[in-house]
C-alpha cells in the first residue's frame, strides 16, 4: 500500500496560482502512474492530470490543459500539480491517487489503488 498526502490547497482569487503537492510513501516501488482528481459537492469525482512514474508521459482533462501543469520528483517520492490563470469552476477537493497496474496514467477512479485525503481548492470571482 502507498500512503498519499496532499497540501497546497487554499483560498485565491480568479486568475491566481496555487501548486498542490502529493507526498507518497510505503511501497512507492509498485507505483506505475499517479494522478490528481478532483471533486466538487454534488459532483463525481474527475480526473484532472495523470503522470507516468517512471518515464515522461503525462494526460490531462480538456478543461484543465494549458493552465494546469502535472511533475515529479521521483527523488522526493512527490508529484506537484502546478494551477495557473484559475478559474471559479476550478473549486473542489482535490485528491491525489496512485496506480499500481497502469504505467501510463488513465482517467477512471476506479484504475487507482491508493488515494490521499484531499485538499481543499477555491476559487472566488
Known amino acids: 500500500q502507498v500512503q498519499l498526502e496532499e497540501s497546497g490547497g487554499g483560498l485565491v482569487q480568479a486568475g491566481e496560482s496555487l501548486r498542490l503537492s502529493c507526498a507518497a510513501s510505503?511501497?512507492?516501488?509498485?507505483?506505475?502512474?499517479m494522478a490528481w482528481f478532483r471533486q466538487a459537492p454534488g459532483k463525481e469525482r474527475e480526473f484532472v492530470a495523470g503522470i507516468s512514474w517512471y518515464g515522461s508521459k503525462t494526460n490531462y482533462a480538456d478543461s484543465v490543459k494549458g493552465r494546469f501543469t502535472i511533475s515529479r520528483d521521483s527523488a522526493k517520492n512527490t508529484v506537484y500539480l502546478q494551477m495557473n490563470s484559475l478559474k471559479p469552476e476550478d473549486t473542489a477537493r482535490y485528491y491525489c491517487?496512485?496506480?499500481?497496474?497502469?504505467?501510463?496514467?488513465?482517467?477512471?477512479?476506479?484504475?487507482?489503488?491508493?488515494w490521499g485525503q484531499g485538499t481543499q481548492v477555491t476559487v472566488s470571482s
Open positions: 491517487a496512485a496506480s499500481s497496474r497502469y504505467y501510463i496514467p488513465v482517467i477512471q477512479p476506479d484504475d487507482y489503488d491508493d
Open positions: 510505503g511501497r512507492t516501488f509498485s507505483t506505475r502512474s
